[in-house]
């Protein structure tokens, strides 16, 4: 039977690892019907709450389907969806979040798309009402901003809820090892026969959302920085301007005052002007410097400190 590897990230979900396992081990358990067994890989990324006694609990209840991984601390989800790809053993693999959110259901649909010769299928939110209006507004706003600022094409409002082929995942595996990662972003752009799906986002079975908008900032902010050059050349772009801004304060000078200006205003607006620009440059440089030094100190994405049904190495 062809195998379906379906990838799970937990972070703090005790109380709502019980109901989604028995959704998703539904929904998987529908497609043995159509010749496909399946592997659920719960990766656990540092929790606090007790979501790993209880994967490990489902793993020893039902060791033919549930495997997982338990980080040494929390490295985030980009790191957990790393380890899943690392891992997995399915031909098809399918990425989801523990909250629901990523409705199981759709799973049979995702299979279809895998039988007609799609290697990525990435899953688009029609709606998620229970985001609210500004995380609503801001994620349309941060796929505007990065399809303005870079050559690749995003799909607006694609999730950590996709699917990609072993071939695809081949290829993730070797090329992209980044530290500072953006994996949704890498599945849509590595190539391949692809397709897109639409879903209604689903309200969280249990807990509440762990992306507060300050890691919301501090996310979109390094993937721009990943995927786009452009903010490096603001400072060319800045320069002409200042440049041509003091040009203009020269003509007015010459043929209003016939020499320099009496007062102070003009001389302390351009001063702080040009010293506003070359700060934001120098401050955008330095960006771009701590993602290299991140990079080049080539610390692991992610350390796994307990593994269930995994046979020993």
């Not at 759709?106 to 029609?126: A, F, N, Q």
């Not at 990943?226 to 007015?252: D, E, K, M, Q, T």
Request: charged residues 25%; aromatic residues 14%.
């Amino acid at each position: 039977m062809k195998k379906i590897s379906l990838i799970v990230s937990v972070y703090n979900e005790k109380e709502g690892l019980e109901s989604f396992y028995e959704k998703a081990d539904s929904a998987c358990r529908g497609l043995m019907e159509l010749g496909y067994d399946y592997e659920l890989l719960f990766v656990d990324d540092g929790s606090q709450d007790g979501s790993r006694e209880i994967l490990r609990e489902l793993s020893g209840r039902d060791r033919g389907h549930v495997r997982s991984l338990s980080f040494s601390r929390n490295f985030g989800h980009e790191a957990a969806m790393t380890a899943g790809l690392d891992y997995a053993s399915g031909e098809l693999l399918v990425f989801m979040d523990a909250d629901l959110q990523h409705p199981p259901s759709c799973l049979p649909e995702i299979v279809r798309c895998y039988t007609e010769g799609y290697e990525v299928i990435s899953m688009v939110r029609s709606s998620n009402p229970s985001a609210g209006l500004l995380k609503n507004w801001s994620s349309g706003a941060f796929y505007w901003l990065l399809n303005r600022v870079s050559d690749l094409h995003f799909e607006p409002n694609a999730s950590d809820f996709f699917a990609i082929s072993r071939r695809v995942q081949a290829v993730l595996r070797k090329n992209y090892r980044e530290k500072i990662r953006f994996l949704r972003g890498y599945v849509q752009n590595v190539g391949f026969r692809k397709t897109t799906l639409r879903y209604d986002a689903a309200v969280r079975v249990a807990g509440k959302s762990h992306y507060s908008l300050r890691k919301l900032f501090i996310f979109s902010r390094n993937t721009i920085m990943c995927f786009s050059n452009l903010p490096l050349r603001l400072g060319i772009f800045a320069g002409l301007c200042s440049g041509l801004l003091g040009l203009l304060v020269l003509i007015y000078t010459l043929f209003t005052r016939k020499g320099a200006p009496s007062g102070y205003a003009t001389i302390v607006v351009l001063i702080c002007f040009m010293f506003a620009v070359l700060f934001f440059i120098v401050g955008i440089i330095g960006e771009y410097i701590a993602v290299f030094f991140e990079e080049m100190k080539d610390r692991p994405i992610y350390i796994i400190e307990d593994k269930e049904n995994f046979p020993e190495s």
